[in-house]
């Protein structure tokens, strides 16, 4: 099934975020280390970092339209015309 892979990279940035909001919101209500609090820092990082790797290791029409921007599936200009054309037409 289709859904599978978009299940995976929804549960890697959802996991993401609420480890940094537990990190988050457990400094607000007891003492942590400067430890923690550099962790909690990364973490949160991450969470807004992550994502577009995840979108161009696991998701295939993602690749697909950076190949293509890239010249390495077709000609630049075939592959503007056709990611214009795409999200015009959903409109």
């Known amino acids: 099934s289709c859904n599978g892979p978009i299940f995976i990279q929804v549960s890697i ?8 909001s537990l990190l988050y919101l457990s400094m607000n209500f007891f003492y942590t280390s400067p ?9 949160w990082q991450l969470a807004h970092g992550v994502p577009p790797f995840i979108y161009l290791i696991l998701n295939k029409t993602v690749q ?4 293509m921007l890239l010249g390495l599936g077709g000609t630049k200009a075939n592959a503007v015309q056709k990611i ?6 959903r409109h």
């Open 13 to 20: 940035i959802c996991t993401c975020n609420v480890l940094s």
């Open 35 to 43: 430890t923690l609090n550099m962790l909690a820092h990364i973490s």
């Open 64 to 67: 697909r339209h950076m190949k």
């Open 84 to 89: 214009a054309t795409s999200s015009s037409s």
